[in-house]
């Protein structure tokens, strides 16, 4: 029982949280679906892109998405974001409908915020070279918060590759205090 509270453990560890490097571009397989994920950089540090296209394994439905987040300079936080798997699903949202700050997808009439009325979310929660731990669930502020249904998408080696416009997320510069004087 110890043994397998110090694997455990030792696993946590391993996941890194957000921020969401662009090496976590790359082919899926999630419970439910076979997604392709790509993050890059805009031509403006100001905004990054997140492209995700799936096939569902139950109907064949084939998902899109791709979102621009404001990120100045940053990586984006997948503690902070919930993305749709298809915000298509949205384009006949009430008008009471909740925009998500930030979040933005390429629409027929251009790009457009991203709403909280309609369709299944994901958020990436931590990852390592080999997998994704995500939740995945029908309210993005849930999803923000921590709470939805957790899943492990597995990266497929063989069918990888890069990020158009890579980036990486450097750690913030440490601040120091230098004390002049005797």
């Not at 455990?8 to 949280?17: G, H, I, V």
């Not at 933005?104 to 070279?129: C, V």
Request: glycine share 8%; with cysteine; proline share 8%.
């Amino acid at each position: 029982m110890l043994r397998l509270a110090l694997i455990m453990l030792l696993f946590a560890c391993s996941l890194q949280a957000a921020p969401l490097p662009s090496a976590i571009t790359g082919s899926y397989l999630t419970p439910e679906r076979a997604c392709r994920l790509e993050l890059y950089r805009a031509a403006s540090p100001q905004w990054t892109y997140v492209d995700l296209q799936c096939l569902r394994f139950a109907d064949g439905l084939q998902t899109s998405m791709l979102s621009q987040v404001f990120t100045p300079g940053q990586c984006p936080d997948g503690t902070y974001l919930a993305f749709s798997f298809d915000p298509r699903l949205q384009t006949g949202a009430p008008k009471a409908a909740q925009a998500l700050s930030g979040v933005w997808y390429m629409g027929a009439a251009g790009w457009q915020p991203l709403t909280t009325s309609l369709g299944e979310y994901f958020s990436i929660r931590a990852f390592t070279s080999a997998q994704l731990s995500v939740l995945v669930g029908f309210d993005p502020t849930a999803l923000i918060n921590g709470v939805g249904t957790p899943q492990t998408w597995v990266r497929l080696p063989q069918h990888d590759f890069a990020s158009r416009a890579p980036y990486a997320c450097n750690a913030a510069p440490t601040v120091r205090f230098r004390v002049f004087g005797r």
